[in-house]
DNA sequence: ATTAGCACTCAGAGAGTATGAGTGCTAAAA
DNA sequence: TTTTAGCACTCATACTCTCTGAGTGCTAAT
């Protein structure tokens, strides 16, 4: 059986009349929609053509039907029309880009709050961790006599510091030996690197100084840990109550927690080559996202390394103005760390 | 009327009762925990008095009593016995505190997250904001020809950066200079003091070089703002969706957005004089709190400072064993800040 | 002061019924 | 061959009614 125009346009209207409602679909409704240029026996007819093809399904026998996820599927790939976004819509993204940007302390992972904002579903961002980082270089700055500043800049040129205070007095000539023999041996070093044998040679160059050197070096490891950690932030939980498929606490529950706090990185989609990726229903790989959809973009954070934003929801969401307003968003991101300027001051990407 | 011994054991009882199972408590129950001295109809009438002293409550006639705010005021100032950690709880919280607070970026924010997963409530942390806060001193780090990077430090010990990219190279000779006029201009001063005619004054003196200086400036009064701006952080709401109270959805909604995310830092108690402040249902000021008690205490950030860690829940929620623990986190994050070493690289406090 | 006994209350569960939106099928009309 | 009107059928939902049992307050006896 073939799907005639007919068929797409039926098939569109009911996907977007349940995007809507969150109600199964009936044939009168679709009859009406359509411009009443068939009846709704005709229409009834249609349905169950649809039905047969897996692109439709009941509830139970006397319901409307409600689209599978075989249907959104084409909806995706071929009913559904751009959304444009509208002035306000792109006036908002930006000013979450600009305001939100600025005040917030941790970008990356703080972009899913914006996105959780921008569409009223739960969100979740993911700080894709990376391979190989090295120290490119380390700065010492004296404060007092009896503490100092770490700074260390990584090669994709993240910096982070740290203030450590000592028991006993420094000189600046004790601290200018320090610098430059960390930056002699433990720059450019993996953490896999830094073993122990590394450490007892540099305990004989050190001397006295060791215990020094083994307070910035095990900092060092701890910024090197850190970025080779992914994490995933999820915010807007909240919204999902808001949706009547949630309103019962049994399914929300599964999903809430699969999604909170402490969640593992390796649990959520990424985008592999596309830019945007979505994933319907069955199409998820995790167990607790079976009925659920999401939508996942990636964006260049510099240094050939791309976040992720994603979007959870129900296999009813509205995918063309969830991804009109996400790729939106995650065009801004990549501009604005491709610019090479970061708003914040402790996550400098290039 | 007054509150005979044994009123007390029975009104304890019934809150202890309730406390555990949020089920309305009868006569006949309360005589087998009380030890079968009297018999339920002697409870019944001891009860009849506790009630119209305002200690319990009835939800309707044929169910048992609860306990009201009245009552639960009463248990946590009187009845209630401390609750001993047990030795897995301590270890566990100080587990939480070593490993977490390694791990966790932003010691002060997640601290809630400890909290929330220590207790199974949604737990919040506020941030104390500071007033009057000035940078101390500023370092400038060449990296390359077009690239330096900014260290600030506040006079709170506070260090935080940014790498700065320049469309145009830079010399050592200058960036030296900049140092020392950021460094006799610009330190000291608060986010008021910051006036635009004490940048015209800056630009007289910069000359060329102004363009970098108010780069740096306004990376310094970001820095300020930021430190400023008193945050709160809530996790673990979906821990309320475990609770019996919470279970319709119509109950869990305000609470729930009330506390989410971007919820305003004024909304929240603190504890004023004590370390630590129990506000059982009606206390609370805020209305969506009415219905729900709210524990908090505050601990030690140095400086004078001091955060501040809560937890909501029931009315009914486990007072002894949730001071003990909540108590007992904020004595070891109080230690923690104390002796002056920060885990965190990017927010080291004294 | 305590207790046994008893009538009374009332939320919640379960059973039965009505409602109506929606379907599939058939047979007639286009 | 396609469309349509008509009709019997289905079934989730809402509603009513009744029953049950935990729990109470009161009274009279201990």
Redesign the interface.
């Known amino acids: 059986m073939d799907l005639t125009e007919r068929k797409r346009r039926i098939l569109r209207a009911i996907i977007e009349s349940y995007i809507q409602s969150a109600e199964p679909v009936g044939s009168k409704a679709i009859a009406q929609a359509i411009g009443m240029e068939v009846s709704s026996a005709t229409i009834r007819n249609e349905m169950a053509d649809l039905e047969s093809m897996g692109l439709l399904e009941k509830p139970h026998t006397s319901a409307g039907r409600i689209p599978s996820p075989k249907g959104y599927r084409l909806y995706v790939n071929e009913l559904m029309e751009e959304h444009k976004l509208s002035l306000q819509e792109t006036e908002r993204i930006n000013q979450a880009l600009r305001l939100k940007m600025?005040?917030l302390?941790?970008v990356l992972d703080q972009a899913g709050?914006v996105v959780?904002?921008l569409t009223n579903y739960p969100a979740f961002a993911l700080s894709s961790g990376m391979d190989r980082v090295t120290i490119r270089?380390f700065?010492l700055?004296m404060?007092e006599r009896n503490a100092f500043?770490?700074?260390v800049?990584t090669d994709s040129?993240i910096?982070?510091?740290?203030?450590?205070?000592l028991p006993s007095d420094l000189t600046e000539a004790q601290l200018q030996m320090l610098n430059t023999l960390l930056n002699t041996t433990f720059t450019g070093l993996t953490l896999e690197e830094i073993t122990p044998e590394l450490m007892r040679v540099a305990q004989h160059a050190a001397g006295d100084a060791y215990g020094l050197i083994s307070l910035v070096v095990s900092?060092a490891i701890?910024?090197l840990e850190?970025l080779e950690r992914r994490t995933v932030h999820t915010?807007?939980?909240?919204h999902l109550?808001e949706l009547p498929e949630y309103?019962s606490?049994d399914r929300?529950?599964p999903l809430?927690?699969y999604l909170?706090?402490?969640a593992d990185p390796a649990r959520f989609p990424v985008p592999k080559d596309d830019p945007m990726k979505i994933l319907i229903g069955p199409e998820n790989v995790a167990d607790a996202l079976k009925d659920t959809s999401v939508v996942v973009a990636s964006y260049d954070i510099g240094d050939g390394m791309r976040g992720v934003i994603g979007v959870v929801g129900p296999t009813r969401m509205d995918y063309a103005k969830i991804t009109a307003r996400l790729s939106y968003l995650a065009e801004g991101l990549s501009r604005l760390f491709g610019q090479?300027?970061?708003p914040?001051?402790?996550n400098?990407h290039?």
């Not at 910096?159 to 450590?164: G, P, Q, Y």
């Not at 915010?235 to 909240?238: N, V």
């Open positions: 600025q005040e302390d941790r709050r959780s904002q270089r700065d700055l404060v500043i770490i700074v800049m040129n910096v982070r510091n740290r203030l450590i205070r900092f701890e910024v850190s915010s807007g939980l909240a109550l309103r606490l929300a529950q809430l927690s909170s706090e402490d090479g300027e970061l914040d001051g402790r400098d290039k």
